[in-house]
């Protein structure tokens, strides 16, 4: 037996608790035995590149629909070729590769779209001086003018045709100007001078351009506004005309505050309003997750909604107003791929509905709908991604989870049968560097009843005999869940962890994709973080695996997570007890207008500054490194520099790195090796090696290390 089966083996019935391990001892290593680390950890990056093959099928159709071939990229740089016959259920390799036809380049419509011209082609509309005309298409006659009080600053636009020409609808448009951000390059080449930069940037209370939606009776040449609220959030809105009696069309409107979404029908002959869909919110409506869709010849409306807990999918008759909930149950509807109104069906993707399985886990369906008839697509255990063929007659099914390999399957729409097995990853390179994928592990949230999801990455040497510090990388942004679920052979994760620590990743509440109630943690509520429950999750690891020492917890993040590591430090330091935080958005008055009153809602009020990481800054605790990169365009680099100023003011240690050129990132490599050493030396009670020595030279690694590694 090999020191690495050896060590699998008794790393497995330790964690499985066949045997007991005796009490850990902290693990500290010396500064040489650091340097030998770091060495370690470099080798593994290199040699877990490129070690999984066959992990998935990039399908290259024939124009019968009925075959397929694709390529697989084997050890040594080797290709074979792969031809699949989907009506037969049978695959080949091929060496000839003249039997593979190409697929004909995509024909694409040139047809010019004259939006201003009636569909009767007697009209064309245009906007001129910032009013109103019609004018006939043929050129005989004089135009219309319909309005007169427009103008450059304030001009009417979005012209619409209603189906029987009869009407045109449009704004009358305020417009608002962006203010700007600034930042400075530092060091370009070329110049002795910094330049200054700047980019429009809505930030959380600026004001929108708004519209007010005006009707034009084109054989009246009458101008009518129409009795609804002025659109004073977001973009114009698209009118969708009645099938059958284009008198009437309906509108979308989300307020700002995000806590109302609705449908608004307007009865073009008289200019009033009524509402067909009004759905509120105590908490948000996921305005970027709030889908539509309006299949063409018809008067229906499908669209998602979270109203009875559950991201679900529902249908509304826009004449009638009658609804009909299609999907149902303690699951989320993830997206939708697209509704055959024939067969009156919807196909979508879904997390939660296989008890006992990850509720992240994708799966796709088929539903009718009434509501009956599901069809699970992808039965087997996993993450799901599918790919059909053209006219959707197959479907190819790709599915893992983040420690069992990809598998690729060949499947029929019809019913979801299997007619093929295309592939099986093949890891065996891949094990022989003695890494192994993350665990993933469960616990209880802060209601006692909730499975919060993570994973844990251990050192490939990992002693059960000693008690390693904790990492965690977070990212809790309420937009989206994160933990990996695909295969996840090797990650910045693993390599941290052979340093000598265990790296976990969890999803608390807060985030999205789960229940409603799992995502109204964050509301108005961002300093939150999932904390809570990220804390009780890592003490249950630590309660399972005597090795994980709850007394050095650290953690970093970038963006999102660069706010949410630092406020760990600010509002739990007797957990977390050092952080690396990069562009983090730590002012969420100074950030991005869409992300921020998503979720900290408008007015921006006086919880904006109760839970910003600058008015918090005094109460920093344990050690912290600030990155932030001076180009960033996403989060402006002011919010670290605040929070700089503020933790100075405080009188407060800190490490701060300012990244020449850099925009929204980590730190790039040289941030990622100081976030290294930073953990090294405030955790493992180690001093990193030297970049200014040879201390991490490649000659100085021994042959006895390589063949452990090879």
Not at 125 to 133: K, L, R
Not at 433 to 457: L, M
Request: glycine share 8%.
């Amino acid at each position: 037996m090999t020191p690495k089966t050896a060590f699998t083996s008794l790393l497995f019935l330790v964690c499985t608790g066949i045997v007991n391990a005796q009490t850990p001892t902290r693990f500290q290593p010396t500064h040489e035995e650091m340097v030998k680390r770091y060495r370690r950890a470099a080798l593994l990056d290199s040699l877990t590149r490129n070690t999984i093959f066959k992990s998935g099928v990039d399908a290259h159709w024939q124009p019968d629909g009925k075959s397929f071939w694709y390529r697989n990229h084997l050890r040594g740089g080797a290709k074979e070729f792969v031809l699949v016959d989907a009506v037969k259920g049978t695959r080949q390799v091929i060496t000839d590769t003249q039997q593979l036809v190409r697929n004909p380049p995509p024909q694409h419509n040139r047809e010019r779209r004259e939006h201003n011209i009636s569909p009767d082609k007697k009209w064309e509309a245009y906007v001129q001086d910032g009013n109103v005309f019609i004018k006939p298409a043929d050129g005989n006659g004089p135009p219309v003018q319909f309005t007169t009080d427009g103008s450059a600053l304030q001009p009417y636009g979005r012209l619409a045709w209603s189906p029987d020409s009869k009407y045109l609808a449009g704004y009358l448009i305020h417009p608002v100007k962006d203010s700007l951000v600034y930042y400075i390059l530092t060091s370009l080449s070329g110049t002795t001078r910094g330049q200054l930069r700047s980019q429009p940037y809505k930030q959380p209370g600026d004001p929108f351009t708004s519209y007010t939606l005006f009707l034009f009776h084109v054989d009246q040449h009458k101008v009518t506004r129409v009795h609804t609220d002025v659109i004073d959030f977001l973009d114009a809105p698209e009118f969708h005309w009645r099938n059958g009696d284009p008198r009437y069309f309906v509108y979308e409107k989300r307020d700002r505050g995000h806590q109302r979404f609705r449908v608004i029908e307007v009865d073009a002959q008289t200019a009033s309003a009524r509402t067909v869909i009004d759905e509120k919110s105590e908490t948000f409506i996921y305005e970027s997750r709030l889908w539509t869709f309006y299949p063409p010849n018809s008067n229906y409306l499908f669209y998602t909604s979270e109203k009875d807990g559950w991201r679900h999918l529902y249908m509304t008759d826009l004449v009638t107003g009658r609804e009909q909930q299609i999907t149902k149950g303690n699951w989320v509807v993830r997206d939708i791929d697209s509704i055959d109104m024939t067969k009156k069906e919807v196909w979508f993707s879904a997390g939660g509905i296989n008890p006992g399985e990850d509720p992240y886990h994708l799966h796709y369906y088929r539903i009718g709908f009434a509501g009956r008839k599901r069809i699970d697509l992808t039965p087997e255990k996993g993450h799901h991604f599918i790919s059909f063929s053209p006219d959707k007659t197959w479907y190819i099914d790709n599915y893992s989870q983040v420690n069992v390999p990809p598998v690729t399957k060949l499947r029929r729409t019809a019913d979801g049968r299997e007619i093929l097995l295309l592939e099986e990853a093949d890891i065996s390179l891949y094990q022989q560097t003695g890494v192994r994928p993350p665990e993933v592990f469960t616990a209880k949230g802060r209601d006692g009843v909730t499975d919060i999801w993570g994973i844990v990455s251990h050192p490939s040497d990992f002693d059960p005999n000693k008690k390693y510090p904790v990492l965690e990388n977070i990212y809790a942004g309420p937009h989206s869940s994160y933990v990996p679920k695909s295969f996840m052979h090797y990650s910045e994760m693993q390599s941290l962890a052979e340093l000598g620590f265990i790296v976990v990743m969890i999803d608390g509440m807060g985030t999205a994709n789960r229940s409603k109630a799992f995502h109204d943690v964050c509301w108005k509520n961002l300093a939150d973080g999932g904390f809570p429950d990220r804390i009780l999750w890592i003490k249950a690891l630590a309660a399972k695996y005597p090795s994980v020492d709850t007394t050095r917890v650290g953690l970093y993040g970038t963006s999102a997570g660069g706010q949410n590591t630092l406020a760990g430090l600010l509002f739990h330091p007797e957990f977390y007890k050092a952080g690396v935080a990069a562009c983090g958005c730590h002012d969420n008055r100074v950030d991005k207008q869409w992300w921020n009153e998503q979720w900290m809602g408008y007015p921006v009020g006086g919880h904006y500054e109760e839970q910003s990481n600058v008015t918090n800054a005094a109460r920093l605790k344990g050690h912290l490194l600030l990155i932030v990169g001076e180009a960033d365009t996403n989060v402006p680099p002011e919010s670290t520099y605040r929070v700089a100023d503020a933790l100075i003011k405080a009188g407060k240690d800190f490490e701060f790195l300012p990244v020449p050129g850099m925009g929204h990132s980590d730190g790039g490599p040289y941030g990622r090796k100081r976030k290294r050493d930073f953990f090294v030396r405030y955790l493992l009670g180690a001093e990193p090696p030297s970049r200014n020595t040879d201390e991490l030279s490649a000659t100085k690694e021994t042959g006895r290390e390589r063949w452990e590694f090879q």
